[in-house]
């Protein structure tokens, strides 16, 4: 079954970086785009990040523009979320998703506090 894991949250102070990882299994992960997303509590989800099949092209939300930096690896069957210049703002539950033959499917999330 189509599994994603996210991992590399934590608290990071303001201006800090983090790198967050997704590891996907149960599907041919070469052939299929992915997205971080991000939800704050009292805020709907936000799409924060897109990266195509073989990565060859991204796109982000405009929140994130510069600063965030989506990539994957295909051997490793993972993507990542390269986060730079954090302000409270990013402080939020990301997940990354994906939709694989009909159905969307969501990671457990994981925690990003920016905080001093």
């Known amino acids: 079954q189509v599994q994603l894991v996210e991992s590399g949250g934590g608290l990071v102070q303001p201006g800090g970086s983090l790198t967050l990882s997704c590891l996907a299994s149960?599907?041919?992960?070469?052939?299929?785009?992915m997205c971080w997303y991000r939800r704050t509590p009292g805020k709907q989800r936000e799409l924060v990040a897109y990266?195509?099949?073989?990565?060859?092209?991204?796109n982000y939300a405009d929140s994130v523009k510069g600063r965030f930096t989506a990539s994957r690896d295909d051997a490793k069957n993972t993507v990542y979320l390269q986060m730079s210049s954090l302000t409270p703002a990013d402080t939020a539950v990301y997940f990354c998703q994906t939709y694989v033959r009909g159905t969307n499917y969501w990671g457990q999330g994981t925690q990003v506090t920016v905080s001093s």
């Open positions: 990266i195509s099949t073989g990565g060859s092209r991204t």
């Open positions: 149960g599907f041919t992960f070469s052939n299929y785009g």
